[in-house]
């Protein structure tokens, strides 16, 4: 049973940052119809900033308290993220904004590897160990054993989500978001600035992406310039799983993904008797996905969306 | 209808991308890696210019031991041209390394063994892992050409009956005995979880550990598996746990086992973590952190501080590189300079000469003296075995 409750938090903490990671993913999908692959690297970008500025706070003021040097870090990775996904918005997507549908998917993926390069040529090639800020001493809760880290990121992810939620549900933004991403020209004619939108979606998404880069670097203490690119992955699987272009449904995705990941890597040697054993965790997560897709094609929470003019 | 179609058209692509996702990490790297070839147009056999390959990963998780590697080679190749070449017959030749980058990817190691081939070089020093080395080495004998593995210590390596490769460091069958043996005496251990990242090397050395852990007595109570990508482990950790091994065991390389002790501590894992010599460096209390003092590990070889010219290896090395010695550039250094040997030997630089000169090899060099049994093995290799005290590496034994 402990290790069970064990395997359930471990699978919370690591769906959490999948479904932050995912929201940003399906928000753009929703608007735009894009899959922006250049998510994953953004968030690189937000864990890699905020390790730089880590650093420099930690050696200009030494006597500071490790979450306030988080704090700092993670103020500094969101508006260099934000930044980054409006340029990449305006440069690379905008301009194909008409074009087919195959076109800002392929420039997505360019842009991409692009990031990726840069993060190489700047931070480095090798590992980066990220500073431990917050204590990491196991603490017990009902047998099964947490740290401060796992704690925040359950807690800020839910606290982010439930912020989202009302945001695109109860806020002008929000309805002028939901309006866009039914029907854009229509929304444009009763006074909604699609432009706007689209880039206050990214941005959103960007910002997410941050905090989701730094709680990865943080939660396992490393960084480096592809980190963010299997994590993006198994997000946009998240994203799907949920029902791409649905906000409930990426939360809902990654969480689900992250437990499914956590338990069948727990559970799937004792279950099989040996024949599988934990390196299949990855299989049955991608298997899931199959299912899911070939029973409800437009994910858990997806709804048939009416084809756009 | 058409409509239909295109409105997967992104999905279909997108899982088409999730397929091949694990390559393509790798390729931005590719472009911006300085491939100091610059002898291109000294292909011709004329040229007074004798070409090594060396192959490691320069970019990934583990490039700082590539980069080690490749450094170690290139300090030998340094000094032999410092001293005024290379001389064969009555004619001096100077050393160029040709270094290749192989990722740590079966795959790739196949691309740069043939780079290598191709380029002209002689005999080769490389790859770094067994799972690169292993496929490379038919590419290397079918061109006739030497190959010497400072880092590779998986058996199969030189198994497969391929006259030209060779390795100066022991292999996994002795580092797998030494790791178990060190548990059941050395630590007192009754039972171990075995866990690997399932490439050539992690896994070879993790199955040697677990037969031999259980000739001794111990108990296996959990086998648990993981990839050389990975950072997360605690579904698998959280599985040992329940387990209550004395002693988790880890065939792997330091980029992961670094996060791997830091989330043993994190889910209160007592347990000592026992590992081989991919994680034996002084990369991997950098990515552990506080977490490091669990560690007990081997190198295969001598530790660098107790060859006789260890230290100043380890200050040549510091002013050339500005950076410090990790685990196999003493290897790399020594390999260069058994070629080197084999070519004054043989007094002729084609690659069959060479091949034909390297099983009578006796060099003394900075590791010992290398000579090389039938299979190509390195005679007399040693283990060393290290604990992580404070931050730093401790020596505690060796044994041969």
Known sequence: ?309 | MNQQLLKFAPVAIAAALALTACNRQETPATKATPAPEPAKAAAAPAADVIKIGHVAPLTGGIAHLGKDNENGARLAVEEINAAGGLKVGDKTYKLDLVAEDDKADPKEGTLAAQKIVDSGAVAVVGHLNSGTSIPASKIYSDAGMTQISPSATNPKYTEQGFKTAFRNVANDNQQGAVLANYAADSLKAKTIAILDDRTAYGQGLADVVERVAKQKGMKVVAREFTNDKATDFNAILTKVRATKPDVVMYGGMDATAGPMAKQMTQLGVKSTLLAGDGVCSPEFIKLAGDASGILHCSQAGEAVEKLSKGSEFVDKYKKRFNADVQVYSPYSYDAVYVVADAIKRAGKTDRASITAAMPATKYDGLTGTVAFDEKGDVKGGAISMFKIVNGKMEYVSTVR
């Open chain 1, 1 to 309: 049973m402990e290790t069970f409750i064990q395997q359930v938090i471990n699978g919370l903490v690591l769906g959490s940052m999948y479904s932050l990671i995912a929201l940003g993913y399906t928000m753009v999908y929703g608007i735009l119809n894009l899959i922006n692959f250049a998510h994953g690297d953004v968030m690189t970008v937000g864990a890699l900033t905020s390790l730089t500025t880590a650093l420099l706070l930690q050696s200009m003021f030494p006597g500071m308290p490790g979450w306030f040097i988080l704090l700092g870090a993670l103020l500094a990775a969101i508006p260099v993220c934000v930044t980054l996904s409006l340029v990449i918005e305006r440069v690379a997507y905008r301009p194909l904004r008409n074009a087919p549908r195959l076109a800002p998917l392929i420039t997505a993926i360019g842009v991409s590897i692009v990031i990726q390069t840069i993060a190489m040529l700047v931070w480095g090639r090798s590992y980066m160990p990220y500073p431990q800020l917050v204590t990491n001493d196991p603490i017990n809760v009902f047998g099964a054993t947490v740290t401060q880290t796992k704690l925040g990121v359950i807690g800020l992810s839910a606290v982010v989500m439930i912020g989202l939620m009302l945001l695109v549900n109860r806020t002008r933004l929000g309805r002028a978001m939901r309006a866009t991403a039914e029907n854009p020209r229509v929304a444009s004619l009763m006074g909604v600035n699609p432009n706007f939108v689209i880039a206050a979606t990214f941005a959103i998404g960007a910002a997410l992406a941050a905090l989701a880069g730094v709680m990865l670097a943080t939660t396992y203490g490393v960084a480096h310039f592809y980190m963010g690119f299997l994590p993006g992955l198994k997000a946009f699987t998240a994203a799907v799983l949920g029902g791409i272009g649905n906000v409930p449904g990426a939360m809902i995705g990654g969480l689900l993904l992250g437990l499914i990941e956590s338990l069948g890597a727990g559970y799937i040697g004792d279950l099989t008797g040996g024949v599988f054993g934990s390196h299949y965790q990855d299989v049955f997560a991608f298997l899931i996905l199959v299912g899911v897709l070939i029973f409800r094609p437009s994910g858990l929470l997806g709804e048939r969306v009416a084809d756009r003019a």
